[in-house]
């Protein structure tokens, strides 16, 4: 906590002013936000918020995977940076919150800064990682996962969406094609904050969740390959119908994930049916699921007890299924030191807090493997999120992004000021 300025608070209004200024780009009818990764309402609010940073007095740089790194100059350019922010894109039915908050109160908390005419020593590096929720292109936390190195950046780039489009040809439409290698940029922290999209801090009446650790997370593309036919036709038990087997599939995911509870959660999340008509046996289809746990132990058994469940289904429906791993995150644990910061600076602000571990996967969750990193959780209504009605408060907002002051000046320290 930098020494006499727990008074120095950000401008409450002038953040709460931009997340709902934003939220415009890809607003839905019913008060979400649709905003997929390199579209047209992303370009929209990347404008925005390269606009903001150098107002702010940030030069911005991108790299080739279209990361927006905005640089506050610090007393000692030759001291890494402290890096803040989270990600700007949304999922198809997202809310106003979801990552935008831990990017804007980054650009809020360099705005507090320069109108308070504090100098950090350590220059500050605010961050809108791409492609955060690999909704559009997998996998989820795409840019940062290669920049600590879990894929190459071509990998990356040569990913398609499911119109064909690949992430390069996306970058080049909007303009985000940056210039920068993945990873070249290094910075001596990373701090996150984010709503918690889940329903602890506010049951249990806490403003700041202090995040330990993440879940770890499995990703599987599916395919079921059965014998389309005719609805009327064709005997029940001569069926070999694919979507009969994916309700299978699905159950059999939600019983591993309740028999691993509460350790453990498992979705079927997209179910596409080739050629789908209503008299027709469904054939062939493709489905998408994950696992998640902070185990790494779990994560091993549920990958185990799922192939061993899919190959029963299989045969006794005489489909075949075909299942790839496309992706595994090991759990993440943050640097014990930043956790404490952000502990310290709770309680010196006197915010109520808990100490926690993330059931989301975050880009906090990469950074974590190459440098000290943590995040600040704030509550949002009912738990909910990657849902239209996601839904948080300005004090609550506005306390996460001066905990994530007072613990970005903790690492930067301060200069003049
Ligand atoms: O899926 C996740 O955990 C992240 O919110 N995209
Ligand atoms: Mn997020
Ligand atoms: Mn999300």
């Known amino acids: 906590m930098a020494e006499n300025k727990t008074n120095l608070q950000i401008d409450s209004a002038r953040l709460w002013r931009d997340i709902h200024e934003t939220a415009k780009f890809g607003a839905t009818p019913k008060g979400g936000v649709r905003r997929l990764t390199l579209g047209p309402e992303d370009k929209e609010v990347r404008d925005w918020f390269r606009v903001a940073c150098e107002a702010a007095g940030c030069s911005v740089h991108v790299d080739a995977l279209g990361t927006m790194f905005a640089i506050r100059p610090g007393r000692d350019m030759s001291r890494q940076p402290v890096a803040l922010g989270s990600h700007l894109d949304t999922q198809p039915t997202g809310g106003k919150y979801d990552g935008v908050l831990g990017t804007l109160a980054a650009l809020e908390v360099v705005r507090t800064l320069n109108d308070s005419g504090i100098e950090t020593d350590a220059p500050l590096c605010v961050i809108n990682w791409t492609n955060e929720e690999g909704s559009r292109f997998a996998p989820a936390t795409m840019a940062s996962a290669a920049y600590v190195g879990e894929y190459t950046a071509d990998n990356i780039l040569a990913r398609r969406d499911a119109n064909g489009v690949s992430v390069a040809e996306a970058l080049q439409t909007i303009g985000y094609n940056g210039e920068e290698p993945v990873g070249q940029r290094r910075f001596s922290a990373f701090v996150e904050l984010h709503i918690e999209q889940g329903p602890i801090l506010e049951a249990e009446h806490k403003t700041i969740g202090v995040v330990e650790a993440g879940q770890g997370i499995m990703w599987y ?39 691993h509870s509460p350790n453990a959660v498992g979705t079927v999340g997209e179910n596409v049916i080739a050629n789908p008509s209503r008299n027709v046996i469904p054939g062939d289809l493709t489905f998408t699921m994950e696992f998640r746990s902070a185990s790494a132990a779990t994560l091993d058994a549920l990958d185990a007890e799922l192939r061993e469940a899919i190959a029963e289904i299989s045969k006794r429906r005489k489909v075949t299924i075909d299942l790839d791993r496309i992706f595994r995150k090991e759990p993440p644990r943050f640097d014990p030191k930043l956790v404490d910061a952000v502990e310290t600076a709770s309680n010196a602000l006197g915010y109520p807090s808990r100490r926690m571990i993330s059931g989301a996967t975050h880009d906090a969750c990469n950074l ?30 506005t306390a996460g992004a001066n905990v994530l002051l007072h613990t970005v000046l903790s690492l930067a320290g301060v200069a003049k000021g």
């Open 368 to 397: 974590s493997d190459v440098i000290p990193t943590t995040m600040i959780f704030v509550p949002c209504k009912d738990g909910i999120s990657h849902n239209e009605a996601e839904d948080a408060t300005q004090s609550d907002c």
């Open 221 to 259: 593309d599916g395919a079921i390959t059965g014998m389309a036919g005719h609805a009327g036709t064709t005997p029940m038990p001569l069926r070999r119908d694919a979507l009969v087997a994916l309700s299978e599939v699905v159950l059999a995911v939600e019983r591993l994930a309740l028999a």
